[in-house]
């Protein structure tokens, strides 16, 4: 394979590539609008303090969507580059992809360790679930790990992408 044909191959997995991000961005979008403007307000029935959105079940079939896409994109991206890869020399420097890979996993495992301090040090909280007092340690951790964890993962994200935008040539 010549040189042209690397450069042609490498265009067309990143033009799929970014297809493929805005258009999980543009559905995601809707996704949130609908939560939130479609039966947001709807009051809780056993305590009407609280509302039940209408499309909680939408939002989450959608991330349990976006967490399979991103497994198989993932386990696609290194059979990819295992493939594509395997001819290099192995004295040369890590690649992008992999160091994409560390920076990523890095990011996740600070998120989740910064996530279990803020939940052990509000662990004698009590949890308010659905009008009702829930007083389980383990449970108060592990919800505000999740919790800082996502919002973190979100920021992040966020920064990556608009980085990538702002910082991309062509």
């Given at each position: 394979?010549?040189?042209?044909?690397?450069?042609?191959?490498?265009?067309?997995?990143?033009?799929?590539?970014?297809?493929?991000?805005?258009?999980?961005?543009?559905?995601?979008?809707?996704?949130?609008?609908?939560?939130?403007?479609?039966?947001?307000?709807?009051?809780?029935?056993?305590?009407?303090?609280?509302?039940?959105?209408?499309?909680?079940?939408?939002?989450?079939?959608?991330?349990?969507?976006?967490?399979?896409?991103?497994?198989?994109?993932?386990?696609?991206?290194?059979?990819?580059?295992?493939?594509?890869?395997?001819?290099?020399?192995?004295?040369?420097?890590?690649?992008?992809a992999s160091k994409a890979g560390v920076i990523a996993w890095g990011t996740f495992i600070v998120s989740v360790i910064i996530g279990l301090i803020v939940g052990f040090a509000s662990?004698?909280?009590?949890?308010?679930?659905?009008?009702?007092?829930?007083?389980?340690?383990?449970?108060?951790?592990?919800?505000?790990?999740?919790?800082?964890?996502?919002?973190?993962?979100?920021?992040?994200?966020?920064?990556?992408?608009?980085?990538?935008?702002?910082?991309?040539?062509?």
């Amino acid at each position: 394979m010549d040189n042209t044909q690397v450069i042609s191959a490498q265009d067309k997995v990143e033009k799929i590539s970014k297809i493929t991000l805005w258009v999980l961005i543009g559905i995601t979008i809707v996704v949130m609008a609908l939560f939130l403007l479609v039966g947001y307000d709807n009051k809780y029935e056993e305590n009407p303090n609280f509302n039940d959105p209408q499309l909680t079940d939408l939002l989450i079939v959608w991330t349990y969507i976006l967490i399979a896409v991103t497994a198989i994109a993932t386990i696609g991206a290194v059979i990819y580059g295992f493939m594509n890869g395997s001819n290099k020399s192995k004295h040369e420097d890590i690649g992008m992809a992999s160091k994409a890979g560390v920076i990523a996993w890095g990011t996740f495992i600070v998120s989740v360790i910064i996530g279990l301090i803020v939940g052990f040090a509000s662990k004698d909280e009590v949890l308010l679930i659905n009008g009702k007092d829930w007083n389980v340690p383990s449970d108060i951790i592990l919800t505000d790990m999740s919790m800082v964890s996502i919002l973190i993962l979100t920021i992040v994200t966020i920064a990556a992408t608009v980085f990538s935008m702002v910082t991309n040539k062509k």
